[in-house]
Every structure is written in C-alpha cells, then in structure tokens.
C-alpha cells in the first residue's frame, strides 16, 4: 500500500473507532439489526444457493454443463465452457454466489485465471428475489417494475461480459492446475455445507459491519439526496430502502443504478472470495462501472414502459431526464479512466 493510502486509513480507522465508542448504543444497536437481516433474509435467501453451487463444482455438473452450451460461452464472452455455471449461479443465486462460484471453479481447475478474471466482471449479480421482492414490490409496489427491473439488470450483465470480452478472445485452453475429479454425493454433500456454512459467517460479517457504518453516516448533517447516495454506494439493500418517497422515474432509474454497481459491501465480499483464491479485482470493478452506466441507460425506456403497462405513466421532468445521462456519464468516465488491465488478467 503506498504510503498516502496507508496513512490515510489509518486516520480513517482511528475517526472510526472515535465514533464507535462516542455513539456505542447506536453501534451495539446497528450491529443487532445487521445481525437480524442476516438471519432473518440473508441466510434464508442465500445458504440454499451457496450449497447447491458447491455441490454442483464439488460434483463435476460445471463440466456437463459446459459441453451443453458449446460454444456459446467461448464465443460471447471468451470463456472456457465451463464458465456457464457461473453465470447461471450468478444470475439466479444473488451476492455472493456468483463470486463463489467462480473461486471453486479456479482452484478446482476448471476455468484459467483469465477465465475467473473475465467471468468476475458479469457474473456477481443480485438475486431475482432481492429484484422482485425488495425492489419491485417493496419499493416500486409493482410485480411488473420488478420484472422489468429483472430484465434491465441481468441484460445490462450480459452486455457487459460481451463488450469486455474484446471481440470474443481466443480462449486459453491449459487450466492453471489439473483438474480435480469429479466427488460422488455422499463426499460432495458434506463438503459443500461445510464451505456454504463458512461462506455465510463471513458473509454476515461483512453485513454487520456496513450496517453499523451506515448508521452512523445518518448521523451526518446531510441531505436527504447525499444521504441516498451514500447509501446506495455502500450497501446495496440500504441503498434501495433510501429511495422509498421518490417518484416514479427517478426511483426505478436509481434502483437500476444502486443494483449495478451493487455496495461497497458487496464489493468487500467479492474481494475476500477472490482474493483467497489468488484473484485480484481490477476486471471486477471495471464490470460493475460498466453495469451501471448499462443499467442506467436500459432503465431509462423500462421505466416508460412500466408506466404505460401500469396505466400511470412514469413521465420525467426535465431534471429526472437528465438524472439517466448524468449517472451513466460518471460510471462512463470512471470506467474510462481506469487502468486497462482485462486484456492482462495476472497484473490486474
């Protein structure tokens, strides 16, 4: 770490532990509510998917399901075939299965370095039950702008992958270590609860954290708008709970938004899976800009389309026009001015 950012976080830990003991009630009571969100929808909604991703590696299925897929995989995204169960995982297991999956599928050698590099930037995606559930009926009181919202996310991954693939790359085909056989059930299956078990522990660790750092950022003398957007940054279920009493346009945009680029919790556990794997993170982030600025742009003709589906139509004013444009431009730029380092994966 140079020495700026070092010192940096240093004065960024001791503000930190400042605030921690100066607000210790409202830490010890943020910290119980990350704990009941943990057990109340995280470990519900994801452990199943956890198992069943391991299950699916541990048992060789990625390898049956590669040769199913031909040579889709290999020639929309310049991935070895065996990257379909990440991006089936990803699409349907929410965060952070997808990441997961892509870790067991590298250090079991089923996919190449440069396959979990490229795989990292499309498939760690929220879950069609977060979309549907907490964005759509919760938040937008609509069945229909879930769906739609569904859509624009899942489509804006899959551009993604297609655009930083660089014309479909030739695929590497040597794995990085030989692959490992195939387990039978009876092995697999404890196997896999054991690592979904570890998987959620940290996982809830990460939430309990964020939980208590947004709840003190509330205590900031800011902005209804600021707060939002600090939100929608760090954490995405609290940034999708912020946009409750937004119109709305500006609420189904923002959410597509908040969903792209997915929480700087989300992020941290993205990193811990690959980063125990060898993987850095520079394809990842590079993804999720790119996800944003797509979703931003894709929920733009979604949220007219859910208004005239609804018979209320979600008509912009001039300032919520220009919120899709302005919000893509700074994921566009952001992207743009990062270091290229898809193409070179082991530097990333």
Not at 31 to 38: I, W
Not at 227 to 241: D, H, M
Not at 297 to 309: F, S
Not at 311 to 336: D, E, F, I, W
Request: proline share 6%; glycine share 10%.
């Amino acid at each position: 770490m140079k020495p700026a950012l070092r010192r940096g976080a240093l004065v960024l830990i001791v503000l930190l532990l400042g605030s921690f003991l100066l607000f210790s009630s409202l830490v010890r009571q943020a910290a119980l509510e990350g704990l009941g969100l943990c057990a109340k929808v995280l470990v519900p909604s994801l452990f199943p998917f956890c198992v069943l991703s391991n299950l699916l590696i541990l048992m060789g299925c990625d390898r049956s399901l590669g040769r199913r897929t031909g040579r889709l995989m290999p020639a929309l995204f310049g991935v070895s075939p065996n990257g379909a169960a990440a991006l089936f995982l990803g699409c349907v297991g929410g965060f952070p299965v997808g990441a997961m999956t892509i870790a067991r599928l590298y250090s079991r050698g089923s996919i190449t370095r440069d396959d979990a590099c490229r795989l990292s930037a499309f498939c760690c995606n929220a879950g069609p039950a977060f979309l549907l559930g907490a964005a759509g009926a919760h938040l937008l009181g609509s069945a229909t702008a879930g769906a739609l919202l569904l859509s624009v996310h899942l489509l804006a991954a899959v551009l993604t992958g297609m655009l930083l693939s660089g014309g479909s790359a030739p695929v590497r085909r040597e794995a990085p270590s030989p692959p490992q056989p195939p387990l039978p059930f009876s092995a697999a299956f404890p196997q896999a609860v054991s690592q979904g078990c570890t998987g959620m522990v940290q996982l809830c660790g990460f939430v309990v954290f964020f939980s208590v750092i947004l709840a003190l950022a509330r205590r900031l003398p800011a902005g209804d708008n600021l707060l939002r957007l600090l939100a929608g940054v760090l954490e995405v279920s609290c940034g999708i709970e912020s946009l409750q009493g937004l119109a709305d346009f500006p609420a189904f945009v923002s959410a597509a938004a908040v969903l792209g680029w997915s929480g700087l919790c989300v992020h941290c556990q993205t990193a811990f899976v690959l980063q125990g794997c060898g993987l850095k993170l520079r394809s990842y982030l590079r993804g999720k800009l790119l996800h944003t600025a797509l979703s931003v742009l894709l929920a733009v003709p979604a949220a007219l389309l859910w208004g005239v589906l609804s018979c209320r139509p979600a008509l912009p004013t001039v300032k919520q026009a220009l919120l899709a444009p302005a919000l893509a431009a700074v994921a566009g730029l952001l992207l743009l001015f990062s270091k290229r380092g898809v193409e070179k994966p082991d530097t990333i």
